[in-house]
């Protein structure tokens, strides 16, 4: 904070100096309303009245956005760190005020079942998904992913998509949603009973070829076909956008070509499209200008995030799409999962971690945490593998003692 303080310092002493105030293009001093002790007090408390104090009376931040310019402030690209582009001061306390504009209520989309499991070494009996997706709903998660409609030979996880679907018990109120990555997967989820159904693309071309042997425009082909079945069946269907923040291949991907695939996704059908960063590279910085991007294609209620948590920075992501208005969360219980395409990456962000959170801003999730937190501790225990929430390592050891 010394820093801060000493820069509104100098610009104090630079604004005694020229008679004009250069945070508002050389207004005379004698019409602003700061007074010369008010820019040299560092007390936090303080510091409110540097950015509200002119008679323009502008208001800087809404949702983690510049009101002025509709930037986001960690993406500016000015030298000067707490400044829009449009060189509007961003005040701290005004982008800490942005967290009473975050959304009321979040729902979050699990992506345990599926997802979290599809890649274990050992096979994970039919029984074992059943009772975790049972357990996930009884502790208030509406959305659930249940298995993908793949084939076998190439993910024998998930080669008991039909019985799963036949084994669950259905709570009313929640969706059990699948993953069908063509056509022929598509029809045998439907017969399953699928009401929901989810596609996937990539916003590399690298990473599309090596995960699904296509271009990213054959892909998006691909699917044309699955859409038009789903809108004839009356079936909803989800999209994914693979590696927004970066590819094990490619390194950084162009935010644009991030927008150009969720587009299409979004053209196709997908009434939602989910942004995954897979390999879990992203920092509110990239992610800010992602959504930047996207949110100038679609709207921002057909807009969720997928985080991975390789870099430990997950939570922080969400939390700046929340306050780009976003909210729809994927999350996996326990932090399972991961990617074999994604080498060094770790898994999804844990559901409990994200509900501790959002339950903390006070936003509503519907999440029952202490069954979810027994949910996780039941499928890593069945499964033999550690638990890589911490609020679950956290609260199990509580209850421990």
């Not at 929340?322 to 969360?329: F, H």
């Amino acid at each position: 904070m010394r820093k801060l303080y000493k820069h509104f310092s100098i610009k104090s002493n630079e604004r005694k100096s020229t008679g004009t105030c250069l945070q508002h293009d050389g207004m005379p001093t004698a019409e602003c309303r700061r007074d010369e002790q008010s820019t040299n007090r560092t007390r936090l408390g303080d510091m409110a009245s540097v950015a509200t104090a002119c008679r323009q009376k502008i208001s800087y931040v809404i949702s983690g956005l510049c009101r002025r310019c509709g930037s986001f402030p960690i993406e500016c690209s000015t030298s000067r760190p707490l400044l829009c582009q449009t060189g509007t001061q961003v005040n701290l306390l005004q982008t800490f005020s942005s967290l009473s504009s975050l959304p009321s209520s979040v729902r979050l989309v699990e992506v345990g079942p599926r997802d979290g499991l599809q890649n274990e070494p050992t096979l994970v009996p039919t029984a074992v998904k059943v009772e975790l997706i049972h357990r996930l709903a009884e502790a208030g998660l509406k959305t659930i992913e249940a298995t993908s409609f793949v084939s076998g030979k190439w993910v024998p996880q998930m080669a008991d998509h039909a019985e799963v679907m036949a084994s669950i018990s259905r709570s009313p109120g929640v969706t059990y949603s699948v993953l069908t990555p063509n056509l022929k997967g598509f029809n045998a989820a439907i017969a399953s009973g699928a009401t929901e159904v989810a596609i996937f693309g990539a916003a590399s071309e690298s990473f599309s070829k090596k995960n699904i042997n296509c271009s990213i425009q054959e892909s998006l082909e691909r699917f044309a076909a699955v859409a038009t079945a789903a809108k004839e069946a009356g079936v909803r269907m989800r999209g994914y956008v693979s590696c927004v923040c970066g590819c094990p291949y490619e390194g950084p991907i162009d935010p644009k070509a991030v927008a150009q695939v969720s587009l299409a996704l979004y053209e196709l059908g997908c009434y939602e499209v989910s942004l995954g960063d897979t390999i879990g590279v992203g920092t509110p910085g990239s992610w800010a200008a992602v959504l930047r991007e996207v949110l100038t294609v679609l709207p921002v209620t057909a807009v969720a995030v997928h985080c991975h948590d390789t870099y430990g920075q997950a939570l922080p992501n969400i939390l700046t799409a929340l306050q780009a208005g976003v909210s729809v969360v994927d999350a996996s219980v326990g932090g399972l999962g991961g990617c074999p395409y994604a080498r060094g990456a770790s898994g999804n962000v844990a559901t409990e971690d994200v509900v501790y959170l959002l339950h903390g801003l006070s936003i509503d999730t519907g999440v029952d945490l202490h069954k979810l937190v027994q949910a996780s501790d039941y499928i890593c225990t069945a499964i033999k593998r550690p638990n890589m929430s911490k609020v679950s390592q956290a609260m199990l050891a509580s209850s421990a003692k």
